[in-house]
């Protein structure tokens, strides 16, 4: 059971707006310490779409936005597009003995 | 660029140890920290550990202290993971990436080694 939970599944069409929820507690989210995305293909390493809640790394598109507040961050991901389809994952810290550094459980995007 | 490239695939027996390699370049290492994480087939990621440049610090997540000890060779810019007293459920794929702090995100990762436990 991850500490941040992220819902297993979500779908969307091509050209829509999804999103994607992180929700921690106080030791993590709430305290203030960064939320960083990935997104994973299969068979490869992920690769960061967000960091620090709301930037993204140069050549991630703008479609990919991250937001926080309070205990949870979400991904939203507008214009849907095929290649999208993939896993997602958020990271955080956390400040009890959970380990430090923690993901979520992941959430696998289908695009329908 | 900045590359990772880790060594390749293993196969141990339970109660046996493994030790992974991961050789930077692009960058200066000594400079900058590496985090390990693993995922086991089918499943999340885990967040194993980290160690900071120059190897003046090493953080290891609870439920592997003890088995697990991080590494670096600055001297061939390359870092290095070790997890012995091997059990089924250490079968993952395992990956490094450059951190410049634990909390960081990670930008740059590894291609990933596959370590598999079977007797």
């Known amino acids: 059971q991850s500490v941040l939970t992220q819902p297993p599944s979500v779908s969307g069409a091509p050209g829509q707006r999804v999103t994607i929820s992180c929700t921690g507690s106080?030791?993590?989210?709430?305290?203030?310490?960064?939320v960083h995305w990935y997104q994973q293909l299969p068979g490869t390493a992920p690769k960061l779409l967000i960091y620090?809640?709301?930037n993204r790394p140069s050549g991630v598109p703008d479609r990919f936005s991250g937001s926080k507040s309070d205990t949870s961050a979400s991904l939203a991901i507008t214009g849907l597009q095929a290649e999208d389809e993939a896993d997602y994952y958020c990271?955080?810290?956390?400040?009890?003995?959970?380990?430090?550094?923690?993901f979520g459980g992941g959430t696998k995007l289908t695009v329908l | 660029q900045v590359q990772l490239v880790q060594s390749g695939a293993e196969v141990k027996k339970p109660g046996a140890s493994v030790k992974v390699s991961c050789k930077a370049s692009?960058?200066?290492?000594?400079?900058?920290?590496v985090t390990w994480v693993r995922q086991t087939p089918g499943q999340g990621l885990e967040w194993m550990g980290w160690?900071?440049?120059?190897?003046?610090?090493?953080l290891y997540a609870q439920n592997l202290q003890g088995r697990v000890t991080m590494t670096t060779d600055t001297s061939t810019s390359t870092a290095y993971m070790e997890l012995r007293s091997l059990r089924s459920d250490d079968t993952a794929v395992y990956y490094c990436?450059?951190?410049?702090?634990?909390?960081?995100?990670?930008?740059?990762w590894g291609q990933g080694t596959l370590v598999t436990v079977s007797s």
């Open positions: 990436a450059r951190a410049t702090s634990p909390s960081s995100g990670y930008v740059y």
């Open positions: 692009g960058y200066t290492f000594s400079n900058s920290g």
């Open positions: 160690i900071s440049a120059y190897s003046v610090h090493t």
């Open positions: 106080s030791a993590n989210i709430g305290a203030n310490y960064d």
């Open positions: 620090g809640s709301t």
């Open positions: 990271q955080s810290y956390d400040s009890t003995l959970s380990g430090y550094v923690v």
